[in-house]
């Protein structure tokens, strides 16, 4: 197992979570 893989893998998690909690503001924001 590579580390520098597996770090590749935690951050695109955290990115793909960040962006759905975007997602979720941009659609409550345009409910508003």
Do not use: A
């Not at 197992?1 to 975007?22: A, D, Q, V, W, Y």
């Amino acid at each position: 197992m590579h580390p520098f893989r597996n770090g590749n893998e935690r951050t695109g998690r955290l990115i793909s979570k960040k962006s759905e909690l975007i997602n979720e503001e941009l659609f409550i924001y345009q409910l508003i």
